[in-house]
């Protein structure tokens, strides 16, 4: 059963407009989420993440928000550029648990010049 | 020179064969990691080990087995491949350190199984 889901598989954007990423979760017990961007024939590369006692952590054009009432977080992405053009996955880990992540199945953003 | 480092890139081979992937890291983190990525699905954990001495199951294990040679190395093997475990796999590292740490990524190794 998927803990973590992306309901959006694909999302396309203008250049220089907001990008929003949604992602879902089931496990309460979930304390630390993370987003990553993933290049073709690359691995998944680190982006931002937040701890559950934060709603709201920013670094640069990144911002990710965190509802655990409604267990969802968003990535937002201001301004978007060609070169985030990539596949981001939303990851959780459990609290307690051995830093193992669950990741959602993705959403491709296609950002056009 | 990548920190995380997957061998081989891509490999082909038939069914029952026993094949091994590779990973190294020079990032000196205790933690190793291997996933698999299926077309639609995200990454799902097989084995995961925080030190030389500590191997543990993950979220589907069964099929496949690991060795941690050394705390920069950490191998994954399927005994007797089979086609469904025609994926991607993912080697990730980790730090030990206080507070919550990323997992940082090998580039993958595209494995099909004939």
């Known amino acids: 059963d998927q803990q973590v889901k992306q309901n959006s598989p694909s999302l396309s954007v203008q250049e220089g407009r907001i990008s929003i990423l949604n992602c879902d979760y089931t496990n309460s017990m979930f304390d630390y989420f993370l987003w990553y961007k993933k290049y073709p024939a690359e691995g998944p590369t680190f982006l931002i993440s937040?701890?559950?006692?934060?709603d709201k952590n920013e670094d640069g054009r990144f911002t990710v928000f965190l509802n655990k009432s409604a267990k969802h977080l968003s990535l937002h992405i201001v301004p978007s550029q060609p070169g985030d053009s990539a596949v981001y996955f939303c990851a959780a880990r459990s609290l307690g648990g051995a830093n193992n992540l669950f990741f959602g199945t993705g959403t491709r953003l296609t950002v056009i010049p | 020179d990548a920190d995380v480092t997957q061998t081989p890139r891509n490999r082909i081979t038939k069914t029952g064969k026993r094949i091994m992937l590779e990973c190294s890291q020079t990032k000196g983190h205790d933690r190793m990691y291997w996933y698999r990525q299926d077309p639609g699905l995200g990454l799902r954990l097989i084995y995961y080990s925080f030190d030389v001495k500590d191997i543990n199951k993950g979220e589907i294990s069964d099929g496949y087995s690991v060795s941690r040679q050394a705390q920069a190395k950490f191998s994954l093997s399927l005994e007797s491949a089979i086609p469904n475990q025609t994926a991607l796999y993912f080697c990730?590292?980790?730090?030990?350190?206080?507070?919550?740490?990323?997992?940082?990524f090998g580039d993958g190794t595209r494995l099909s199984i004939l």
């Open positions: 937040i701890s559950s006692i934060k």
């Open positions: 990730a590292t980790s730090d030990q350190g206080q507070g919550n740490q990323p997992q940082h």
